[in-house]
């Protein structure tokens, strides 16, 4: 069911419906928000819906758009972050950096909205007095260096295919070896291969990044492409499945869980606590930290600045184990 099938099953009125399918187009088109990005805010904007109908008794339409107020809007938040007796798109609680999102996303189809409808402005001017959630302070939680090369051999025993193999160790050295989000990864064609000293990646707002390429990335990358039994063309993605679809970031996170269950490591070390480890690695020895946002993407300092922390608590530990004195 795609997301006006959803509303339509919901019973959320025709015009509401119409507003929701151009900013649909405005987001996949004209933006060119990432897939989970525009699935994210559409749900988010779907569930609003079907909560207003709960919540007010009655199908949000443009002749009732003055019923968006704060006050409605604050309901929606509580109603989210909590367990639900009714029929809606998310079952269980969301937490506070989910329920961030969703209020973003209704900003965003709001003013989108306003902006083809006078009558939408109430609720856009209404949304900007709501309050975000706050979120827990919690660091990222990297994989330690002597870790890394455990899971590297461990990763290889998860599956009995060579080429598989090959896909996982390349993988694996492209989150850890260059900092990139699994989505990143997996979004790598041929054409992103033409130089093998650097590669260039369209990253979160589709910002282009330019990431250097350790040798030990480059030939992982290259076993992999010599031992992949499908044939592929220059625009086609690199990272596929057992049937030769594009892999999907679930399955190299199942494989990746095999083997941190194989040694015993934490729930944590998932795709993106590669990344982690990748800036806290580089930073612990003695990488700049403009370099690293860089490297990673980030269009605020503040944001890389978190890594700073995690490795002040790495020497703090280091510190306490290690101390003569003791």
């Not at 007010?56 to 604050?74: A, G, M, P, Y």
């Not at 269950?261 to 795709?271: F, K, M, Q, V």
Request: aromatic share 10%.
């Amino acid at each position: 069911m795609n997301f006006i099938e959803l509303l339509e099953h919901s019973k959320v009125h025709k015009s509401i419906i119409e507003d929701f399918k151009e900013w649909l187009f405005y987001l996949k088109d004209i933006k060119g928000y990432s897939e989970n990005t525009y699935k994210s805010y559409c749900y988010d904007v779907c569930d609003f819906f079907i909560f207003f109908q709960f919540y007010q008794q009655e199908t949000l339409s443009v002749s009732n758009l003055k019923k968006l107020d704060l006050q409605t809007f604050r309901a929606w938040v509580a109603d989210i972050g909590s367990q639900r007796d009714y029929f809606n798109i998310y079952k269980k609680p969301l937490a506070a950096r989910s329920r961030r999102r969703a209020i973003s996303s209704m900003k965003n189809y709001l003013k989108f909205s306003s902006l083809k409808n006078d009558q939408y402005k109430f609720g856009y001017t209404e949304i900007q007095l709501l309050k975000n959630p706050k979120i827990p302070k919690s660091l990222p939680k990297p994989i330690s260096e002597g870790q890394i090369d455990r899971l590297i051999e461990q990763l290889v025993k998860v599956s009995k295919k060579s080429w598989v193999q090959k896909r996982n160790l390349a993988l694996l050295y492209l989150l850890y070896g260059c900092g990139l989000r699994i989505s990143e990864a997996l979004s790598i064609t041929k054409n992103h291969l033409s130089d093998k000293s650097s590669l260039t990646i369209m990253g979160k707002g589709r910002k282009e990044r330019l990431i250097p390429l350790l040798e030990i990335v480059s030939k992982s990358i290259e076993d992999y492409l010599k031992e992949l039994p499908y044939q592929t063309s220059q625009d086609d993605l690199i990272f596929v499945g057992d049937r030769g679809a594009p892999l999907k970031a679930s399955a190299f996170q199942r494989d990746l869980k095999q083997a941190r269950i194989n040694l015993g490591l934490p729930p944590t070390t998932t795709p993106h606590a590669l990344r982690h480890s990748f800036a806290t690695h580089l930073l612990k020895n003695g990488g700049d930290l403009r370099v690293i946002q860089e490297l990673l993407g980030h269009s605020s300092l503040s944001t890389t600045q978190i890594y700073t922390e995690v490795d002040d608590v790495s020497l703090e530990k280091t510190y306490r184990e290690k101390n003569p004195s003791k």
